[in-house]
Every structure is written in structure tokens, then in C-alpha cells.
């Protein structure tokens, strides 16, 4: 069986799974912790970072933008209408942008400074950048998540999916990161109903369920967390 290396807190790990899910795949989940920079983990990827896929024949993929297209190219362009990538090639450039904007800018500015500081640093040792939280970072990446939810219900409000009529990895990499934020409690739906019923949507489709039942050592979910109807 396929390994997924992740971690339950990782944008771009939940962004795979949500993709192997989607095209029906089975794989085994791993855990890891990347700041151990364990020796097997670094055979692997020696870059050192999630998530990675090892397929049955022990070849490992690196990086969500890698795994994502190679998923496509295997797997996608035989789904026909649920393929996650379009066919048509302006399309296509719109899926990435906005793929790219929620798994790297919204990623930058939000989402991997508040699972860094909140959860990360918590699993790493001194030695290891780990610690008490930063407030001037918190408060930077707190200032940030309003713009990117605005943005996130413009595009919720303006179209079918957020790249077009059909669901997208847009949409997985755009649900990957707000459950982060979400589990976290982050979010005050009551500021973005458009991007609530978009949510609402994806957190009720089979593929999202596994996540809703991710835990993390230490830190509990925001009480609605797991609730489709929230």
C-alpha cells in the first residue's frame, strides 16, 4: 500500500490527502515530525519537508504541487467531469493560481505562522526552535487572516467552486488551509457566511471526514471542529 508522510497540521499534507481521497485512493498515513530531521525521513526527501508519497514500487514524490500533478497525470485525466485538474488549459492556469495562492501566499502570511507558533513549537525542543509562542507574530498573522477570507468568499460568492463549475484542487488546497485555521479556532464565521456555506460543502464530502477526526497531542479543536452543520 502507498505511505503518506504528513502531519495533521500540515496545509499542504491535508491538501494530498483530500486529493488521494477525492481520486479514491488507499494509502497509509505516517506522522512526521520534520524538525527531527530523521535520517530515513531525509532518504526520502532531503529536503526535509511534507508531505511525501511513497507509491508501492518505494518511489517517493516530494511536495504537494509534485504529487498533485503527478495524481493528475495517473489518475485524474481518467475521472473525465471529476477530474480536479480542468482540461482546458486557461482553466487549468486558474486552478494552479489559486492552489498556489492558498498552499504559498495564504500559507506564508497566516496559516504556517499560527500552526508554527501554536503547535509546532510546542512538539520541538529548545534546541529545535521550541518554545513559548511569539505575540508579534500571532498578532501579524491574525491581522492577515481577514483579507484572506474576504478574498476566500469573493471567490465563494462569485462562482460555482472557487475556480469555476467544478470542484477543483483549488477547493482542496483552499479547505486544507482553513481547517488548519479552523482547528485552531481562528476563524469567526460570523465575519464570512459566503466562505461558512463553501466550507460547509467540503466538510461534508467523504473525503474530508478522516480529517475531521485529527487530533493533535496537547491541543484540543475549536468545539465545532467535527460539525458539518455549524
Not at 509534485?66 to 467531469?81: A, C, F, P, Q
Not at 496559516?111 to 513559548?132: C, H, I, N, W, Y
Amino acid at each position: 500500500m502507498p505511505v503518506l508522510y504528513h502531519h495533521p497540521i500540515s496545509t499542504t499534507s491535508r491538501f494530498i490527502r483530500l486529493v488521494l481521497a477525492e481520486y479514491g485512493y488507499q494509502v497509509e498515513l505516517i506522522e512526521e515530525q520534520p524538525w527531527d530531521k530523521r535520517r530515513d525521513f531525509l532518504a526520502l526527501n532531503p529536503a526535509g519537508t511534507l508531505p511525501v508519497y511513497v507509491d508501492d514500487s518505494m518511489r517517493a514524490l516530494c511536495g504537494a504541487t509534485v504529487i498533485s500533478e503527478y495524481l493528475d497525470e495517473t489518475h485524474g485525466v481518467l475521472k473525465r467531469d471529476r477530474r480536479l485538474l480542468a482540461e482546458d488549459p486557461f482553466q487549468r492556469a486558474e486552478i494552479r493560481r489559486l492552489t498556489e495562492w492558498f498552499l504559498q501566499k495564504m500559507e506564508q502570511d497566516v496559516t504556517r505562522p499560527l500552526a508554527r507558533e501554536r503547535v509546532f513549537k510546542l512538539q520541538m525542543t529548545s534546541e529545535q526552535g521550541g518554545g513559548a509562542p511569539d505575540s508579534k507574530v500571532l498578532r501579524t498573522a491574525r491581522n492577515n487572516i481577514r483579507q484572506h477570507m474576504r478574498y476566500l468568499s469573493w471567490l465563494a460568492g462569485s462562482r460555482q467552486w472557487l475556480a469555476g463549475e467544478r470542484l477543483s484542487y483549488a477547493d482542496l488546497a483552499a479547505a486544507a488551509a482553513v481547517s488548519v485555521l479552523d482547528y485552531l479556532g481562528e476563524i469567526d464565521w460570523s465575519e464570512s457566511p459566503v466562505a461558512k456555506d463553501w466550507y460547509q460543502r467540503l466538510k461534508s464530502r467523504p473525503s474530508f471526514r478522516p480529517m475531521l477526526n485529527d487530533r493533535v497531542r496537547g491541543l484540543t479543536p475549536v468545539s465545532h471542529y467535527a460539525d458539518l452543520d455549524f
